[in-house]
């Protein structure tokens, strides 16, 4: 938008501020950075680029005010017209019938338009504007037109409200009603156009007829012209959702929708039609009907907010700033502060639309005090970072984990039905502690969703299952999220929630991504070596417990609960029933699993490195018969804990059961791995020790060799 530095000099000390270069860099200070100056004979033009968010610096005043706030300097008021029409102290006389008796304003949209004022000039002559108004118009880009014009284009530009003027005796009944448009009805406006009206529309009208396009442009049959003796001027506030609507539908955009748009200020309305009618009697003369038409809408609600210093100085950064600064710079920018205490209570002007928060008043002071004074340092700290909320620390982890052993990341709407989606789970969610009566929404987006989860596994067999119908041969997936399962209290809504991690596998797998030769089928090995590698940083494979889970949701037999060494619940992981399978059509099997990330163990002490053993290992494979129902974290448990010298680890490397094998019992094949830390092994002594583990598990256990 163009400015005029002689405008600008009306309300601030131009050259107090430095002319033309002071300004810009003033105005570059207050967020309002001059793209360009051009010099226009004795004066200087501005092109400042203004955001959307303030309407109230797209005027010469507004302007004024933040070169006035940011310089120190005080704002002055409005100059008086002179005139020969001019009483005590600039006032402009009236004469003639009350403004009541010769019109009349009614709002059927009190929200839509909050206030509308009017004045009446009557017995102009048709003299043009006095070369003041037009030369500075014409400075900035704005055409001069007539006296009526004229002077409503001079008081936009110059306190930002945009005015209308109509020919008084062109008007119906000579009365206002703002409403909306009908159906169907027109309007020719301004620019020459008929334009089709929608009832969202909203217009002002006479007696009969649309004669103006509310906030956006006047009509044709109302306009001023050279023969028009009495005029009304018009001053409104409009909502800003109805203009833009209207503005965008249309296609119109004039300098009083774009101001409308964006917010007006609904108290300059007085002082913008004294001012216009100041100016119009200026140059046409006339006689000004004493009063004002002052119609009412929707109340308009004073803003208050407050200013804490602590809160100031820790989003500066500066211990330096002051409470008494605060007050000087929210005052020089027009707002009414006072110092309480540590804090700065704040009412917000009418014309700044955008500040509702402290955290804008924060701005609103930085402003003043300048950005560039700010001290460019890092915030201090403890440590080389980290989070504030350790268990997000484990919720990346796990997902970094997850992603590096091939598994890619979905997400799932948290909306279900407790009874329908999540009835086959209950085995699990009782056994993690879920309320029974699920969390449900009272207005739902979706009638037949109104509970929120209590499980991440019903979405992440959802997710398996579209992968599959689309094609995918390999289904890896995961899920960070929040699931809805507590006992919470109604004032903390945290408490109701439970943070998850869960996974699905279907199809072809790889147990790592470095693994060669054809991938094989997953399989619930693979689901279980995946919950402990994700559990390692935690805790350690041989502190994890395992408990057989009976779910509808999971295949009998082929479902477990992973337990932390106190016997906490951590997880569950197991294979999904065929009417899970089923009512997604998913023709592969699925393994989910399920994390509580709340139950995982954190870090008590600092981790320490222990280095590897630089002589080679001696693995030896050592297979036995044993009852079927004898769970792996027995066997596992019971070789740890024989005392085998040298003993790295142990792993199982088969599972066989077939005719060869009595019923009921299973084959298995466990590796054993030895390492010294000091010297080579000798094939003797492992062998040794495999013997002595081979007696042991014949004699205690009962397997068979």
């Known amino acids: 938008m163009k400015f005029s530095l002689d405008w600008l000099s009306d309300f601030v000390d131009v050259a107090a501020a430095g002319g033309a270069e002071g300004v810009r860099r003033l105005l570059a200070q207050a967020g309002l950075p001059v793209e360009a100056v051009e010099a226009a004979g004795s004066d200087a033009i501005l092109d400042v680029e203004i955001t959307p968010n303030r309407p109230d610096a797209m005027s010469h005043r507004g302007l004024a005010r933040e070169v006035a706030a940011m310089a120190g300097l005080s704002l002055k008021g409005l100059p008086a017209e002179a005139s020969a029409k001019a009483g005590e102290g600039g006032a402009f006389q009236t004469s003639g019938p009350p403004v009541e008796q010769l019109s009349s304003v009614t709002i059927e949209v009190p929200r839509l338009c909050r206030r509308f004022g009017a004045r009446v000039v009557s017995g102009i002559g048709g003299a043009p504007s006095v070369e003041r108004i037009r030369s500075r118009l014409a400075s900035i880009g704005a055409k001069p037109i007539s006296a009526s014009v004229d002077a409503t284009n001079y008081v936009l530009w110059e306190i930002g409200q945009p005015l209308h003027a109509f020919d008084l005796d062109r008007l119906a009944g000579r009365r206002i009603v703002v409403r909306r448009a009908k159906k169907g009805e027109r309007l020719v406006t301004l620019d020459g156009l008929e334009r089709e009206l929608e009832p969202a529309d909203v217009v002002v009208a006479d007696a009969e007829r649309a004669v103006s396009l509310a906030g956006i442009m006047g009509g044709l049959h109302t306009a001023v012209t050279a023969s028009t003796k009495n005029v009304l001027l018009e001053a409104a506030w409009w909502d800003p959702v109805a203009i833009r609507r209207t503005s965008r539908r249309l296609g119109m955009h004039t300098d009083a929708s774009h101001r409308f748009e964006r917010g007006a200020d609904p108290e300059s309305i007085p002082e913008a039609l004294d001012r216009a009618a100041a100016i119009l009697l200026a140059s046409a003369g006339g006689a000004l009907a004493p009063g004002t038409l002052d119609a009412r809408g929707v109340a308009w609600k004073e803003r208050r907010a407050a200013l804490r210093l602590a809160r100031l100085r820790l989003l500066a950064g500066d211990e330096g700033l002051q409470l008494d600064f605060a007050v000087e710079a929210l005052a020089r920018l027009g707002f009414a502060a006072e110092k309480r205490g540590k804090r700065v209570a704040v009412t917000v002007p009418s014309w700044r639309p955008d ?351």
Not at 527 to 535: F, H, I, Q, S, Y
Not at 644 to 670: A, C, F, M, N
């Open 355 to 705: 500040v509702a928060i402290e955290d804008d008043l924060v701005e609103e002071v930085l402003r003043v005090w300048g950005y560039d004074r700010l001290p460019s340092r890092l915030p201090a700290t403890k440590g080389a970072g980290g989070h504030l909320e350790p268990l997000r620390e484990v919720e990346e982890l796990l997902a970094d984990s997850a992603a590096a052993a091939g598994l890619l990341e979905t997400m799932s709407a948290p909306f279900t039905d407790r009874k329908a989606e999540e009835g086959a789970f209950e085995g699990w969610l009782s056994a993690s502690g879920s309320a029974k009566t699920p969390l449900s929404i009272s207005d739902p987006l979706d009638e037949n969703r109104r509970d929120l989860r209590a499980t991440l596994l019903p979405g992440l067999l959802d997710a398996a299952a579209r992968n599959v119908h689309r094609g995918e041969s390999t289904v890896a997936l995961f899920e960070v999220g929040r699931v809805f399962d507590r006992e919470g209290v109604a004032d903390d809504p945290p408490t109701f929630e439970s943070r998850r991690f869960g996974f699905a596998l279907a199809g072809d797998w790889r147990a790592h991504w470095s693994a060669s030769g054809a991938a094989g089928r997953a399989d619930f090995f693979d689901a279980k070596g995946l919950v402990e590698r994700l559990l390692a940083p935690w805790a350690a494979r041989e502190t994890l417990g395992w408990r057989p889970l009976d779910a509808a949701s999971f295949t009998p037999g082929a479902a477990a609960v992973v337990l932390r060494a106190d016997g906490q619940p951590l997880g569950v992981v197991g294979l999904a029933s065929t009417s899970e399978r089923e009512k997604r059509k998913l023709p592969l099997e699925a393994f989910v699993g399920e994390l509580v990330v709340e139950a995982i163990p954190l870090r008590t002490a600092a981790v320490k490195f222990a280095p590897y053993s630089s002589y080679p290992p001696i693995e030896a494979d050592l297979s036995f018969a044993q009852p079927r129902e004898r769970a792996w974290t027995e066997v596992e448990a019971f070789v740890r804990g024989s005392g085998l010298e040298h003993l790295e680890s142990v792993r199982i490397v088969d599972r066989y059961e077939g005719r060869s094998l009595p019923e009921g019992q299973v084959k298995t094949t466990i590796r054993l791995t030895f390492r010294s830390a000091e010297r080579t092994l000798e094939q003797e002594e492992v062998n040794r020790e495999v013997q002595r583990l081979a007696a042991a598990l014949r004699q205690e256990m009962g397997f068979t060799f």
